[in-house]
């Protein structure tokens, strides 16, 4: 397995900008992939955590998993001033430290393009999640045109994408490799974001089961 690398700091002060420009685009989809939660919730990669304001009150406890220190020193600060009681923890998505079939859900927002190994992660989320949990997913994918998808495959294997945006890579078929993963796709719908034509389009928004 690639190790993680926990530190992007132009990345990082980029996205915690951004992410806080476009929040009024993608606040609508962060509540959608959120929506009708309950329980105890782990989210891996939870950046500088503005996803946390949209958790519904059903939901008992956030775990949150931030392995880069910019980012989860902006998460920490987004915790205290959620609804619902969040935890912000150092690590990786492929090693978690909680028990198997401890947590009701998993969320991956915008996460699974950077990961060094979407498979390893994926197989750590199927552990956690206890059966009949969920895993709710919004997800940059591969493009379903040929020649998008053959303009995303040359930037990653150029590398100067994922250099300049925290180790993300446009072209992975993220659907597929949840479900082979051993989660049951329940509900999926693939969406485009402005500007249409950035490499990092398609985006694909749903809930797989355990």
């Known amino acids: 397995m690639a190790t993680e690398h926990r530190e992007h700091p132009i990345f990082a002060r980029y996205f915690d900008r951004l992410s806080r420009a476009i929040e009024p685009d993608l606040g609508a989809?962060?509540?959608e992939l959120l929506a009708g939660l309950t329980g105890r919730v782990v989210?891996?990669?939870?950046?500088?955590?503005?996803?946390?304001?949209?958790?519904?009150?059903g939901v008992a406890e956030v775990i949150a998993i931030e392995p880069e220190p910019f980012l989860r020193a902006r998460a920490q600060e987004?915790?205290?001033?959620?609804?619902?009681?969040?935890?912000?923890?150092d690590g990786v998505g492929a090693r978690l430290d909680l028990p198997d079939d401890s947590v009701d859900a998993a969320v991956a927002?915008?996460?699974?393009?950077s990961v060094p190994d979407p498979a390893a992660v994926l197989a750590e989320l199927r552990r956690v999640v206890r059966p009949g949990g969920e895993l709710r997913f919004f997800e940059h994918?591969?493009?379903?045109?040929?020649?998008k998808a053959r303009v995303q495959a040359w930037l990653d294997r150029s590398t100067l994408w994922p250099r300049?945006?925290?180790g993300c890579r446009c072209s992975r078929e993220t659907v597929g490799a949840i479900a082979c993963a051993g989660f049951a796709i329940e509900d999926v719908r693939v969406?485009?974001?402005?500007?249409?034509?950035?490499?990092?389009?398609?985006?694909?928004?749903?809930?797989?089961?355990?």
């Open 29 to 31: 989809y962060r509540r």
């Open 43 to 57: 989210e891996i990669g939870a950046g500088n955590g503005i996803n946390f304001a949209h958790y519904p009150p």
């Open 78 to 89: 987004a915790a205290r001033a959620a609804a619902v009681s969040v935890s912000v923890r």
């Open 109 to 113: 927002c915008l996460v699974l393009c």
């Open 141 to 147: 994918v591969r493009a379903d045109t040929p020649a």
């Open 164 to 166: 300049l945006f925290g």
């Open 191 to 210: 969406i485009s974001l402005k500007p249409a034509c950035s490499p990092s389009n398609p985006h694909a928004i749903g809930v797989a089961r355990a």
